[in-house]
């Protein structure tokens, strides 16, 4: 999405540890509009799949799983993050390897909110390492529910955890991918 890429450029900031910071619109402030073209190009390419339910992880998933969400005209669920592995309840539970905070934390979603006739379709900002996404298909599994796909906002391809998914047969499909960046604010994408 080229607008995507521009936005990029002009406002994104990379910090030290290849974390690239876009909170003027997607992690902090919310430029509502601009999430919304996101979500319809997310719902264009997805719609063929026929999803009948987006999933999430919070916090920064679900702006633009709310727009896809909205475009698709089908449910949104979020993942919860929970510090301890202490819970009980109707809740499918996965662990996942923060790439931001370098821990791990568990993921939780209520049972009656994914069952196993949904077709679901994985939303998150980022696509690093793969880790969110693979905790969120591990849920998905174990709700015996079918994942169509996964669709991010920003891929950071260097990463490649967006080619070991394709690489194991699932449709990812990120907005745009930063193959390469560096301290200076040099960034290059992928062509698409
Ligand atoms: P992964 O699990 O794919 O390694 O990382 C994805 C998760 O880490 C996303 O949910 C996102 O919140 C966070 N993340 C990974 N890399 C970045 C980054 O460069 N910038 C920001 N803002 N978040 C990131």
Not at 68 to 88: C, E, R, Y
Not at 133 to 143: F, H, K, P, R, T
């Amino acid at each position: 999405m080229k607008a995507l890429e521009e936005k990029i450029v002009k406002e994104g900031a990379v910090l030290p540890g290849n974390i690239l910071k876009v909170n003027s619109f997607l992690n902090h402030r919310i430029d509502a509009a601009f999430i919304m073209e996101m979500g319809e190009e997310i719902a264009r390419l997805f719609y063929e799949d026929k999803p009948t339910l987006i999933f999430t992880i919070e916090t920064s998933g679900i702006a633009i799983a709310m727009a896809a969400a909205v475009n698709l005209g089908i449910p949104l669920v979020f993942a919860k993050k929970h510090k301890s592995g202490n819970l009980s309840g109707d809740l499918y539970k996965t662990t996942v390897h923060s790439f931001t905070h370098g821990t791990d934390y568990t993921v939780v979603a209520e049972k009656n909110f994914i069952n196993e006739n949904d077709r679901v379709l994985i939303v998150d900002d980022f696509l690093a390492n793969g880790k969110a996404l693979e905790g969120l298909i591990d849920i998905v599994n174990q709700a015996g529910a079918v994942t169509v796909g996964a669709a991010t906002a920003i891929e950071k391809g260097f990463q490649h955890g967006g080619d070991a998914l394709r690489e194991k047969g699932y449709k990812v499909c990120s907005l745009a991918i930063v193959d390469s960046m560096d301290d200076s604010g040099n960034i290059t994408f992928r062509q698409q």
